[in-house]
């Protein structure tokens, strides 16, 4: 399990459960709330998108943790 917002470098043939690509793909804002506000957007916006990060690498994708625990901040 990761971080709502959390990116990592992954092998692009397999993406695990909960996350998705970072490629700027559009996201409801009322299904990804946490997610919203881990990125910075604002509550009043309807829908928001993923970052856009292209990997160094052909074999790899960025991607991102859409569904998992709040970071805490300390």
Known sequence: DGYYGQIMLFPKNWIP??????DGSIMDTDKNMA???????SEDSSTFSLPIIDSP??????IICIN?????RT
């Open 68 to 72: 998992g625990t709040f970071p805490q």
């Open 35 to 41: 997610l919203a506000v881990v990125l910075g957007y």
């Open 17 to 22: 459960l909960n996350w998705r690509i970072c």
């Open 57 to 62: 690498h052909s074999e790899y994708v960025y």
